[in-house]
Every structure is written in C-alpha cells, then in structure tokens.
C-alpha cells in the first residue's frame, strides 16, 4: 500500500518528523507547477530560489534513501497543476493515501482540501512544524475586539514561550520593548557588514524556467543567485548575522541609506519562510547572544519582537481574515501604479534606491517597503490590490499568509486600522531624517508647492485632507489635523492643486 506525501515549494524544512523514519512505502513528490509560476508575476529569483531550493531539498532525501517523485518544470509528464499532477500519479502509483503539509496561504488550502474531498482514497493533512502558533492563536486572544494590537500578542508570545524573560518572569531589562533606542540614523560607520550570502550558478535552471516560457520580472542573476538554498547554507548565514550584524541591528532597525540596501538587517525571510529554518532556533541563536553578551538587549529583543511577535501575528491576522481580507479597500483607493515599480526609473531617489533593490535583490528591507514604498502608494492613493500584487511577486520572502497583512493592513491600512492604530504615513521629513536619500535628490525635501517640491509632502497632507471623514476622529491624527486647521485656506488648495497634479500624471515623477 503505497502512500504519497506532498512536499510544497516552501515546505523545505528537511527536520520535519516525516523524514525521521525511512520508509519504503512513502513516495515524497515535488513539482515545478506553472500553477504556482503564474498566480501573480514573481520576480525572476524568487522562482529560480524556490526551485533550485527544491531541487536540493529532493537531492537529499534521496541521499537519505528517501523515494522521491520531482516533476521538473519541463517534465513531459508535468500538468503543471496540482490536482492534475496528483491524480495522475495516484494513478501510476496506485496508491492508497494522499498526505500533506498545512499550506501556510489560503489559496492551496482550499484547493488541497476541496481536491481531497472528492479523493476515492484516504488522505490527511499534518502539520507543518514550523510556527510558535496554531492558524488560529490570534482570533482566541483578540476574540470580540476590533483593533488587534500586536503588542499584547507579543507579550502574551514573550511569557509563554519564556523568552528574554528574567528569573522572576519579568521582562529582561525591565521593559519588553526599546523602540525608543532603535530608531538612529546611519552615519556610515559601522560599516554595512560584507554580505556573506552564498553564491550559486544557476543558469542552466534559468534557461529550462525561460524556455518553458514562465514570465517574470527583475534582475535573474541565475549565475550569482545569492540565497541560501538548503538548510545547511541557511544555518550559516544565520551565524553570519549573529556575529557580523545583530550587534548594530536595534540600533540602526530603521535606517535607510543610498550606500548600503542590507544595512543591519537578517536577510533570513526567505530561509525561514521556506522552512528551511524554524523561527524557534533564529529566535533562540538571538537571545543566546544576548546571554552571552555578544549582542545588547536593545538589538536582540527588536530582533525578536520581529519574529517572535510580528511574525506569528500577521500569520495569525491572516488566518482569521481570510477569505476577503485581499479585497479590503477603505478609502477606495484606485490609482494604477506607476510604469515605474517596473523598472524604477523615477527621480525620487528614495524610491529610485528602493524600488531599485527590490528589483535586483528581490529585497528590500522592512522601513523601505513601509516607509518609502508603500508610504508613497497610501499617499498617492494606489489601488491597495495591486500593491498587493506587486508585493507578492516582487520579494523573495513573499507568501500571502505574511505578505497580505503586512501590505494590505499595515502598509496601506486598507483594513481600516485592524491592525495598525494609525496609517503609517510621512512627508519628506521623516525620510530625510532616517536616510541620506534626500541629499542629491532632484527634489528639494523642503519645498511642498512647484516642479521641484518633493511629492511626500504635497501628496502628505492632501492624503489627510482626501480622507478626513474617515481619519480626524483617531486620536493618533490630532496634529495633523490641527495643524491643518491653522493653515491659510490659499495654502491648502495650492497643496489640494500640487498634490492632483502629482496624482493625475504618476508616471512623470
Ligand atoms: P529582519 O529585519 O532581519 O527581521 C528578522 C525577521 O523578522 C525577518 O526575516 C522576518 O521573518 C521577521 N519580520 C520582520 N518584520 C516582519 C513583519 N512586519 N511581519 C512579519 N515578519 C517580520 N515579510 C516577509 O517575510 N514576507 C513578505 O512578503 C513581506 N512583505 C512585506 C510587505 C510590506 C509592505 C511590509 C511593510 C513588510 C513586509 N514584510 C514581509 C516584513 C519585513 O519587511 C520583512 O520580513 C523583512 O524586510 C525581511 O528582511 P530580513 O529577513 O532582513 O528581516
């Protein structure tokens, strides 16, 4: 009796109690799915990584003696759809059980469990053995309220799983936040740490994913693919991180500069949203550097916060929220995006660098998609679906379950504020003051009126007015709007007029 059990793109976690016993009967099948390629336009590593993860994942669970069934993307016997793969080979194996791994995205959670409904044989979904919390943690704490404040999950995250916690079950330090010390600006020195990240020549895997004829967009670089593809090559940039950059990581949490895209930050999400790492043992290296006194508490508890709280609460926001939480859009937002998310060829030089790393690296760090990216999309008034659309194709560490929350709901506060208290907005003040993009800019971050003003602030100011209804009641918004109050009716339709000319021709900026 011949069991299959199916392995997703992001389920390369090679720990997971399904390989600990070698099993003749078990078939473990892979594939390389147009269905999964083309649900949204990825960015060319992203497929290229989470195939080439695959790939090496297969290779060794067959060292290990494991059988192994991979359907490369150019397989004449790849459907390149799941159900159709997977009754076919049921089929061909003859097999009489069908397993899998919690799908973390709702899209193939339902299309798992709707295929197994009408399966003729026995099939059972296990669990992923990845996260701290159940699909439905979030929902059973905030049960009846209507803003979920990630800052109460955390601490509830901090004293059960007992971490950065002292002896008497306080918080370590005496505070379970430092915000207040990571918010510096980035001189220069310390210098951004050499990127340790391993390098692979992928190119022939590029040509078979081209020749296939999958689409995609930004910078393949298949022969320098520089992220970690098994758990082995995710273990050691995790040691990089901790001696080279954790140190610097509170410090300079939302710094942004022209010079350096990584800065301080982990560079991890895809290793672990792919499983190839579990949170527990990033979050668990981290406090043993505090403990041996290898990094400050400031740095290791923002670092936590990210993984421990932030992490497993937008995982649990999305679980609750879906189906619909995609389709959410509060102040009916509707603007195209700019022709230039595509290319990056803008002379804002925030959103130039910004865009532009995301482009080439598949990266961007977390205060450049919220407070550049994004920020300017909430301003602009960009239609949040595409925003979510370009987000989940663009980063390699994109998958909807973390993805959506974070752009949807913190990012463009399309949910209305669930969950965040206030929109995460600015004008050019704040850019300028955590980066040194503003400097050589061809707009002047000062000016709010003319051809040369810089967009943020028009459009700032303008996006409070446009949505005034709904915002002036949040207590969090009362010097905006004071401060709108007190300005001379003239100014505030010269800004209403610079701001609809802005709107009215994106792609110009
Ligand atoms: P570090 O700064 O080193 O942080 C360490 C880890 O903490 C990350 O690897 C990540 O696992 C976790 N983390 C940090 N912030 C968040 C957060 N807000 N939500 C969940 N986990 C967090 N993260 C994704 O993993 N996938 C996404 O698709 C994604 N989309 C985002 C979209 C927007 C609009 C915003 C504002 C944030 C998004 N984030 C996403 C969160 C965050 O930006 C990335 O996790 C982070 O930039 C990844 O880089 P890093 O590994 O160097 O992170």
Known sequence: MTTLRLILGDQL????????????????????IRQETDYVLHHAQKILAIFAGMRDLARVLKTQGHRVRYLRIDDVHNRQSLPANLDALIEHYEAACFEYQAPDEYRLDQQLATWCAQLSIESRMVDSEHFYTARDAAARQFSGRKQWLMEHFYRHMRTTHDVLMDAHKKPSGGQWNFDHDNRKRWPGTPFEPEDMRPRHDHSALWQSIVEAGVGSFGKPDAEQLAWPLNRHEALQQLEDFIELALPHFGDFQDAMSAHAWRM??????FAMNTKMLSPREVVDRAQAAYRSSAAPLPAVEGFIRQILGWREYVRGVYWAQMPGYDLLNAFGHDLPLPSWFWDGQTQMRCMAHAIGSSLDNAHAHHIQRLMVIGNFALLAGLDPAQVHQWYLGVYIDAFEWVELPNTLGMSQFADGGMLATKPYVSSAAYIDRMSDYCKGCYYDKKLRIGERACPYNALYWDFFLRNKQQLEANHRLGMVYRTLGRMEEADVVALQEQSATWRGNLDAL
């Open 13 to 32: 976690n090679p720990c997971h109690s399904w390989f600990q016993e070698q099993r003749t009967d078990v078939i473990y099948v892979m594939m390389e």
């Open 264 to 269: 301080f930050h982990s560079q991890l999400s």
